[in-house]
């Protein structure tokens, strides 16, 4: 049974730094890809960006235009973790963040992803 943990949210100020971890188990961890997600109050869940399986060239990232710059995704395959590096965190980024995974390839489309953790929030504040 796929189990995906988050940790590393918390309360920070507007400027700050923050990164998320999530632990994965019950698969072969290497071969799929990783993506994370978040869902502010009232609004839909959204792709936030993903990383593929670590092939002789590395896992390649993709990320949603609202992070790109400012967040950046890593993986430890022997650790079977993926991160969420966040930096210049900004109120709008407020939410509770989840990651996902899947076969295949990367998509933002949350329906294609196969399991989810159960999130970490982060609350930015201004």
């Known amino acids: 049974q796929v189990q995906l943990v988050e940790s590393g949210g918390g309360l920070v100020q507007a400027g700050a730094s923050l990164n998320l971890s999530c632990a994965a188990s019950?698969?072969?961890?290497?071969?799929?890809?990783m993506g994370w997600f978040r869902q502010a109050p009232g609004k839909e869940r959204e792709f936030v960006g993903g990383?593929?399986?670590?092939?002789?060239?590395?896992?390649?990232?993709h990320y949603a235009d609202s992070v790109k710059g400012r967040f950046t995704i890593s993986r430890d395959n022997a650790k079977n973790t993926v991160y969420l590096q966040m930096n210049s965190l900004k109120p709008e980024d407020t939410a509770v963040y989840y990651c996902?995974?899947?076969?295949?390839?990367?998509?933002?489309?949350?329906?294609?992803?196969?399991?989810w953790g159960k999130g970490t929030l982060v609350t930015v504040s201004s």
């Open positions: 990383i593929s399986w670590s092939g002789g060239s590395g896992g390649r990232t």
């Open positions: 996902a995974t899947k076969s295949g390839w990367i998509t933002p489309d949350t329906r294609r992803w196969d399991y």
């Open positions: 019950g698969r072969t961890f290497s071969s799929y890809v």
